[in-house]
């Protein structure tokens, strides 16, 4: 089984709001990603968790904060976005960090409107 | 810095076509390469990837790709195209190779006519 999962598939919010954003995977992987994806553009790394330690945080604003609270879930939680942090909000997993040569598994996304 | 470009930002292409979707990378080091496809309102998929065990790569659904150091392309085809294989294609690199970041392409919208 190959399945990143992710909930929930859509989310609207006001910029006062809190939300959260969870990815799940039981592959056994120890690397898990954040990616923020733009309409018609390319994925962007936000974070980079490995053994459920944050290893790259790409200058991201601290209104997004990831939490990795066990092996098979990652958590990114929102607060006081603004309407330009609109995207589709993308987990992925990896079996470890390092060598360049494993695969990333993609979930489906969260797309994300704030109003 | 590792970095890919993809060129032509649409590609249209008959049913039961050859698809070619060109791909060249910028690296001071062998690179590890990827091709990606997203369907709409989807994540992504893997399609195949370059690790520098062979040239050719054979990938899902008879898409390949060839690994040329000469001309640094990985450009990914597929002998005949399906409508199913209408959707967005991107090549990506990994940049960083200690956290495994992938750095991707500004991606290739194929569009299969019937």
């Known amino acids: 089984d190959t399945e990143v999962t992710q909930t929930p598939k859509h989310l609207v919010m006001g910029m006062t709001n809190k939300k959260s954003l969870k990815c799940e995977q039981h592959?056994?992987?120890?690397?898990m990603y954040w990616y923020k994806q733009k309409a018609k553009k390319p994925p962007e790394l936000m974070f980079v968790?490995?053994?459920?330690?944050?290893?790259i945080n790409e200058s991201v604003p601290s209104r997004f904060s990831p939490e990795c609270p066990n092996s098979s879930l990652l958590n990114l939680h929102l607060h006081a976005l603004q309407p330009e942090d609109s995207a589709l909000y993308l987990c992925?997993?990896?079996?470890?960090?390092?060598?360049?040569?494993?695969?990333?598994?993609f979930g489906p996304g969260t797309r994300l409107l704030v109003l | 810095a590792q970095s890919v470009t993809q060129l032509g930002s649409h590609v249209s292409v008959s049913e039961g076509a050859l698809v070619l979707l060109r791909c060249n990378y910028s690296?001071?080091?062998?690179?590890?390469l990827f091709w990606y496809v997203q369907y709409p309102n989807q994540g992504l998929q893997l399609l195949l990837k370059?690790?520098?065990?062979?040239?050719l790569v054979k990938g899902i659904n008879d898409f390949e790709a060839e690994f040329k150091k000469s001309e640094t392309s990985f450009h990914l085809t597929k002998p005949s195209a399906h409508m199913s294989d209408a959707a967005e294609y991107f090549c990506?690199?990994?940049?960083?190779?200690?956290?495994?970041?992938?750095?991707f392409g500004t991606g290739t919208r194929l569009t299969i006519i019937p």
């Open positions: 690296s001071s080091v062998p690179p590890y």
């Open positions: 370059y690790t520098s065990a062979a040239t």
């Open positions: 990506a690199v990994i940049s960083n190779f200690g956290n495994e970041k992938l750095t």
């Open positions: 968790y490995s053994y459920e330690k944050l290893s």
């Open positions: 592959m056994g992987h120890r690397a």
């Open positions: 992925a997993s990896s079996s470890r960090l390092g060598g360049g040569t494993e695969t990333q598994y």
